[in-house]
């Protein structure tokens, strides 16, 4: 498996392959900006790495969360350009938490064909607790939800106990969960309740369109601020944990 430190191990039709797109996506999101070029190697063959399979992932889920490409742009272009595939890892995790339900039914070879690798029973029992697939059914079919699939993927390799991985992710969706009605209620009650009062007809469909295009247009820059955040109250806070005795 390819790690940061090792070269790009990927070609485009693996990395095609792998996020579960057509090389003609990954060649037009590399003329939109949305991906970096490939590192060249011998004979000119571009050669992908983790962090542009970390990117597509987090594509995937602000695409699941309905951001147009546009959108989408403006949300990367906020990125430090030097993000790797960790830091885009957290990114996707949090944005996986506002993403609506994306379940298909599987067979378990088709879903080993969608995670790249083959998949144990040890693994299959991780994916269901972290609700990343629930099954088989009558007829061997798993339901799986492919918003989770690549990050409960990724998490199968982190040395860390199973049971920890878990509680983090019932960790983060309850407090994601509750930073979403916090913030709903805010714009509810400061921002479209006052419109209600100001505006002689509210209930029409033209300025019903308006504020929900106005709710569209907020919420990638509440998941940018969300996360920035986070990544920001996690390194204090592992700094404070793992500091030296003074």
Do not use: C
Not at 124 to 137: E, F, Q, R, W
Not at 193 to 213: C, G, I, L, T, W
């Amino acid at each position: 498996m390819a790690t940061e430190t090792q070269q790009p191990a990927f070609t485009v039709d693996e990395l095609a392959a792998r996020a579960g797109v057509t090389v003609r996506t990954i060649r037009f999101y590399g003329t939109r900006g949305l991906l970096p070029p490939p590192v060249l190697g011998p004979r000119r063959v571009g050669r992908y790495g983790p962090e542009h399979l970390a990117r597509l992932a987090l594509i995937e889920e602000l695409q699941h969360q309905g951001m147009t490409l546009a959108a989408i742009e403006r949300y990367l272009e906020q990125l430090p350009p030097d993000v790797n595939a960790h830091d885009l890892a957290i990114h996707r995790a949090l944005v996986a938490t506002w993403a609506p339900d994306s379940v298909e039914r599987l067979s378990r070879a088709e879903l080993e064909r969608r995670a790249g690798r083959r998949l144990t029973d040890a693994d299959m029992d991780l994916l269901a607790a972290m609700d990343v697939l629930t099954g088989p059914d009558e007829d061997e079919t798993l339901r799986v939800d492919l918003g989770l699939l690549r990050l409960g993927v990724q998490l199968l390799d982190v040395p860390i106990p199973h049971a920890t991985i878990v509680a983090a992710r019932a960790v983060l969706v309850e407090h994601t969960r509750e930073a979403a009605h916090e913030l709903t209620r805010l714009f509810r009650d400061e921002v479209w309740s006052p419109y209600r009062e100001r505006e002689a007809d509210p209930e029409d469909p033209q300025h019903v369109r308006a504020m929900k295009s106005l709710s569209a247009h907020m919420q990638p820059l509440v998941v940018q601020a969300l996360v920035t955040a986070f990544q920001r109250s996690l390194t204090e806070e592992l700094r404070a944990a793992f500091r030296a005795p003074e």
